[in-house]
């Protein structure tokens, strides 16, 4: 059997104090079946947000132990920033990366609730893919209200968490745990300064202008470099896969005599996206494409035909194993 | 003030006897401020499609007489053809094309329903943009039961009529009036006859499986003439312009080493649907857009650019004024 790996990302309401910070995700690392890629603290949002890869079920004890630091060192009570939270650990995604299917990751997503809810007495509501009813399958909905209205909010029968007590935690709040797809931070240059031209663009991509239906974009001047961009997430790549929208953003461009000089990846991304789009290149030049593609070669390809910059292999989720 | 301009698609219960067709539509031609400029019968449907340009206003009148000679003409209950029907007119869309606002159109909806209903006492149901309820939007849930079981649905609160009495002309059965947005039949051409390949684009292309949000499409194999088709509806051609699907279809058939040799428009479209796809290549080539093109020119140009075959200036909606 190949082995299941899935993204793991939970985000603390601890951006500031970086031995905390340290401790409390100590459990994570040196880990064999399941690597801490990386802590990103952010002071103003004063939040971190940890990114795991690797074995879900290796990750699920570990985790508990993480919780359970969280919940000595962390008092929301004394927590001011600029995200919206309601939790010491505020939530925790489980994303299907590969020889997993989301269905998979909601069935560990509930394993950690579970667990975490049992051992600590923590409230967990499952959000997501993970979502037991429509109400709850955004995660701005469950947070509404944040850890200050979260006492009476719980109290509400529509709002009775999923594991744990129906009483907010007095010092922790409560966590979301959760399933969803990978979505793709992507960033298209264009050589002009014009804005107006961004947003046209980004309005014939994106689903809220009648667009592709898992694109959300808009136009961002970029100060530094002096030209625009189309900034984007791609919410579902099999869906909506990256050629396909460099080549309408490229097509549409030419209407007003610009041009697209490369593009971006924000984050990290599943290899099949850019697989995907590098294969897609292949055949319109009638290569034939090998499945046994390397991730060195995938990068170069995809270097080329998306014309990526500040790209490497490292971006790849499943070069990080 | 500019002449409002509608296009008006009445459907009749009568596709084969072509003398009757002429008594009951003969009200609708000769007329000076709109034209009647198709009656299509179909024998098989046993149905007929007329289509109507002109000024909204001026119709309402000579179509009041146009159903009182249906009303005389056809008996629903020996009626029996493959489309499903609920009326000897069945349904009376109002469609704007220059000067005029979907609003105004949902307005002469309402004005012919009155007018009808009040006259001749068939039961009127509105819908799509005209519809006052969200179950009368789509006109197949109207229309569920067809004419054999209008008359026990009529009597369910539900289906109470808009105007009209509420219950089922015994001979005449129930009409829908409405207005909507004009909807352009669309189909690109590929050079192969593999229908996996115009399946694959499809796909790509149609909201169903993520694609842009106003296109419905599907593949279709054209024996006459030996080769697949991507065959689609744009129902929102503003929102998704033809110029944008056809370009996204050609950048896919080139992962299949396929080409799109050619485009046709089924049925008549707006000027502005062709015209906003010449804007395109005029300014792809950086040739200045001129504001007085001629319909000759538009036809031309989108023959040039977007491969029309089988097409004229009399597909142009306006041009038939």
């Known amino acids: 059997m190949m ?72 008092d929301m009570n004394n927590h001011k920033g600029e995200h919206a939270r309601m939790g010491a650990v505020d939530v925790v995604p489980f994303i299907p990366i590969s020889n997993v299917t989301i269905e998979a990751c909601v069935d560990y997503a509930k394993q950690l609730g579970q667990l975490v809810s049992s051992s600590l007495n923590i409230p967990i509501f499952l959000y997501a893919k993970a979502a037991q009813m429509p109400s709850r ?8 209200g944040e850890f200050e209205g979260m006492g009476d909010k719980i109290k509400d029968p529509d709002w009775k968490p999923d594991f744990g007590p129906q009483e907010m935690h007095k010092t922790f709040g409560v966590t979301a745990i959760g399933a969803r797809i990978p979505l793709i931070a992507y ?32 136009p961002v001047f970029l100060d530094q470099r002096n030209h625009v961009q189309v900034t984007m997430n791609i919410l579902d790549f099999k869906k909506n896969p990256i050629y396909r929208i460099f080549e309408t953003v490229r097509m549409e461009a030419k209407r007003y005599q ?32 090998d499945k046994k593609m390397s991730m060195s070669q995938i990068t170069q390809l ?20």
Do not use: W
Not at 137 to 144: F, Q, T
Not at 302 to 321: H, T
């Open 137 to 144: 399958i955004n995660l701005p909905e469950i947070r509404k």
């Open 3 to 74: 082995n299941q790996i899935v993204q793991c990302v939970p985000n603390i309401s601890e951006g500031r104090d970086l031995k905390k910070i340290e401790y409390i995700t100590e459990p994570l690392k040196n880990q064999d079946r399941f690597k801490c890629i990386s802590v990103e603290p952010d002071k103003d949002y004063h939040r971190s947000v940890i990114t795991l890869i690797g074995d879900p079920q290796a990750m699920l004890v570990p985790l508990l132990e993480f919780f359970r630091r969280t919940l000595e060192s962390i």
């Open 258 to 289: 610009v041009e697209v000089t490369g593009s971006e990846i924000v984050g990290l991304l599943p290899k099949d996206a850019l697989l995907d789009s590098v294969k897609y290149y292949l055949n319109v030049e009638e290569i034939p494409y």
């Open 187 to 218: 960033n298209i240059d264009l050589n002009t300064t014009d804005e107006k031209v961004a947003n046209s663009i980004a309005k014939a991509i994106r689903q809220s202008n009648g667009g592709f239906q898992y694109i959300q974009a808009g």
């Open 302 to 321: 995809a270097v080329k035909y998306l014309k990526l910059r500040d790209f490497d292999e490292l971006k790849m989720i499943e070069a990080n194993l």
